[in-house]
């Protein structure tokens, strides 16, 4: 061996030395700070989550210019962002972990008489059946394994956020409602400053004459768009207290809504709003349907009967296959192509599935689809994934995330209930419960609605039918800020 390369390899060793010192060091001021500003470190991770988001965008310099005909090569991961998410990697990564270790130490401590897992215990075990069967056994088990360390980065952040978010819930949704009312403005700035980045010009869609879509600091229009919605959600949830602010956080998200031209934030939107307005005003207080929401909604059943015997389905298929709009909604704007494909994928490997590299660029190369980054599907996405047993344990973790939310509904005004609504309906097109990344807008509406549902189950159910609604517990002084009086 050289004398060069000696020394190359000395100085490697030294760098390499400085680093472990520095984050066994960073590691144990994070656990020494834990009792006096712990309560803390939840939020600041969502707020890290998306400084995440928008850091791999600024940093990308990509040029949305040729969207349309280069969709694969803007949702490539910016090179130019590598080094600053690393280090916001690592700081979530040791708030993750100091708040486990401390959650482990303290359960020793007080020899068993505190459990690690509280009531949140049923979602916490379930997530991490799912988590394992989607993640790990794949990486073992399906017919191509492969060990790809980044995506079990976000595991120690959602398991955290189930055993300790929920005591500090107020404080969790403030953070993570400003973080993406900052986005939303940020995005709005970038028209301006930035356009190259954030819109994409001679885009033909739903809205007569807009001709743009909006980026934003988004992975796409259709992360930007339901980033949005959830901003809404949390507003609704927990109102700013100033309310010029109010009004302009409410104005910037909605205008993000409509430039972004997210066809499923717009349907989910829909939705999300008509559950809350149910919730809001076609339920008593026992929880039962009144009388007059019973009969709007048989009006509108037997409306849509008499419009599906006066125009049958048949001829409102023909009506849409002869227009470009139309045929997108058919079609789903191509995604029945990628999901035949994934069921072919789940076929050829029923029990433990493809594996982890599916959807990598060697893969999409070989079906000569570039734009499909996933099966834009949840449960063919898991199915082609991880193959039967991925899709047991998503459907297992969906039913405990829902039954959490629905539990939560009452001190959120059916703010969870939406949300919930909003994170199924994309799993129709899109894989919003993917937890592969820490970056992502879906993986941020999952880590918000995982938060909620967590806290759900320290939620006392209704009582027998006829009892009133008890009395609630609220997670700290000031979270009358819910609407909800104590």
């Given at each position: 061996?050289?004398?060069?390369?000696?020394?190359?390899?000395?100085?490697?060793?030294?760098?390499?030395?400085?680093?472990?010192?520095?984050?066994?060091?960073?590691?144990?001021?994070i656990?020494?700070?834990?009792?006096?500003?712990?309560?803390?470190?939840?939020?600041?991770?969502?707020?890290?989550?998306?400084?995440?988001?928008?850091?791999?965008?600024?940093?990308?310099?990509?040029?949305?210019?040729?969207?349309?005909?280069a969709?694969?090569?803007?949702?490539?991961?910016?090179?130019?962002a590598?080094?600053?998410?690393?280090?916001?990697?690592?700081?979530?990564?040791?708030?993750?972990?100091?708040?486990?270790?401390?959650?482990?130490?303290?359960?020793?401590?007080?020899?068993?008489?505190?459990?690690?897992?509280?009531?949140?215990?049923?979602?916490?075990?379930?997530?991490?059946?799912?988590?394992?069967?989607?993640?790990?056994i794949?990486?073992?088990?399906?017919?191509?394994?492969?060990f790809?360390?980044?995506?079990?980065?976000?595991?120690?952040?959602?398991?955290?956020?189930?055993?300790?978010?929920?005591?500090?819930?107020?404080?969790?949704?403030?953070?993570?409602?400003?973080?993406?009312?900052?986005?939303m403005?940020?995005?709005?700035?970038?028209?301006?400053?930035?356009?190259?980045?954030?819109?994409?010009?001679?885009?033909?869609?739903?809205?007569?004459?807009?001709?743009?879509?909006?980026?934003?600091?988004?992975?796409?229009?259709?992360?930007?768009?339901?980033?949005?919605?959830?901003?809404?959600?949390?507003?609704?949830?927990?109102?700013?207290?100033?309310?010029?602010?109010?009004?302009?956080?409410?104005?910037?998200?909605?205008?993000?809504?409509?430039?972004?031209?997210?066809?499923?934030?717009?349907?989910?939107?829909?939705?999300?709003?008509?559950?809350?307005?149910?919730?809001?005003?076609?339920?008593?207080?026992?929880?039962?349907?009144?009388?007059?929401?019973?009969?709007?909604?048989?009006?509108?059943?037997?409306?849509?009967?008499?419009?599906?015997?006066?125009?049958?389905?048949?001829?409102l298929?023909?009506?849409?296959?002869?227009?470009?709009?139309?045929?997108?909604v058919?079609?789903?704007?191509?995604?029945?192509?990628?999901?035949?494909?994934?069921?072919?994928?789940?076929?050829?490997?029923?029990?433990?599935?493809?594996?982890?590299?599916?959807?990598?660029?060697?893969?999409?190369?070989s079906?000569?689809?570039?734009?499909?980054?996933?099966?834009?599907?949840?449960?063919?996405?898991?199915?082609?994934?991880?193959?039967?047993?991925?899709?047991?344990?998503?459907?297992?973790?969906?039913?405990?995330?829902?039954?959490?939310?629905?539990?939560?509904?009452?001190?959120?005004?059916?703010?969870?209930?939406?949300?919930?609504?909003?994170?199924?309906?994309?799993?129709?097109?899109?894989?919003?419960?993917?937890?592969?990344?820490?970056?992502?807008?879906?993986?941020?509406?999952?880590?918000?609605?995982?938060?909620?549902?967590?806290?759900?189950?320290?939620?006392?159910?209704?009582?027998a039918?006829?009892?009133?609604?008890p009395?609630?517990?609220?997670?700290?002084?000031?979270?009358?800020?819910?609407?909800?009086?104590?």
């Amino acid at each position: 061996m050289s004398k060069g390369e000696l020394i190359f390899l000395a100085m490697g060793g030294s760098v390499l030395s400085i680093l472990a010192v520095a984050m066994v060091l960073v590691f144990a001021l994070i656990m020494h700070t834990q009792t006096r500003i712990g309560r803390y470190f939840v939020p600041l991770m969502l707020a890290l989550c998306a400084l995440g988001m928008t850091l791999g965008v600024v940093l990308s310099g990509r040029d949305v210019r040729f969207a349309a005909f280069a969709v694969d090569s803007m949702n490539a991961e910016p090179g130019g962002a590598t080094w600053p998410n690393r280090a916001v990697t690592f700081l979530i990564l040791g708030l993750s972990l100091s708040i486990m270790v401390g959650r482990i130490f303290d359960s020793l401590k007080m020899s068993g008489s505190r459990r690690i897992f509280g009531p949140e215990k049923p979602l916490a075990v379930v997530f991490i059946a799912y988590f394992v069967a989607t993640n790990v056994i794949p990486a073992f088990m399906g017919e191509k394994p492969a060990f790809i360390h980044n995506q079990y980065y976000a595991f120690p952040l959602f398991l955290v956020a189930i055993i300790s978010a929920t005591k500090d819930l107020e404080l969790v949704i403030e953070w993570a409602k400003m973080a993406l009312h900052m986005i939303m403005v940020a995005s709005l700035i970038a028209l301006a400053v930035a356009p190259n980045l954030a819109l994409q010009p001679g885009y033909s869609g739903w809205i007569p004459g807009l001709d743009v879509r909006l980026w934003g600091l988004g992975s796409n229009p259709n992360s930007i768009g339901p980033l949005a919605v959830l901003a809404l959600l949390l507003e609704y949830v927990q109102p700013t207290r100033i309310r010029s602010l109010r009004l302009a956080v409410v104005l910037s998200a909605l205008v993000v809504v409509v430039l972004a031209q997210s066809k499923t934030a717009w349907i989910a939107a829909t939705i999300a709003a008509q559950c809350i307005l149910l919730y809001r005003f076609g339920l008593d207080r026992q929880g039962r349907l009144r009388v007059g929401t019973a009969i709007l909604l048989l009006l509108v059943g037997a409306a849509f009967s008499v419009a599906m015997m006066v125009a049958p389905p048949t001829v409102l298929l023909d009506m849409l296959s002869e227009s470009k709009a139309g045929n997108d909604v058919l079609t789903l704007t191509g995604r029945t192509r990628i999901w035949d494909v994934a069921l072919d994928v789940w076929m050829d490997n029923p029990i433990f599935g493809f594996g982890p590299t599916l959807w990598d660029n060697a893969f999409r190369a070989s079906i000569q689809m570039p734009f499909a980054m996933h099966a834009h599907n949840q449960f063919l996405n898991s199915m082609g994934l991880a193959g039967t047993v991925g899709l047991i344990a998503l459907i297992a973790y969906l039913l405990v995330l829902s039954w959490g939310a629905v539990r939560v509904a009452r001190i959120t005004r059916g703010g969870s209930l939406a949300l919930l609504i909003l994170v199924w309906l994309r799993c129709i097109t899109e894989t919003p419960l993917n937890i592969t990344t820490l970056f992502n807008g879906d993986v941020y509406a999952h880590l918000v609605l995982v938060v909620l549902a967590a806290r759900g189950f320290s939620e006392q159910p209704l009582k027998a039918k006829g009892a009133s609604r008890p009395t609630e517990q609220v997670p700290s002084e000031n979270f009358t800020a819910l609407g909800v009086a104590r």
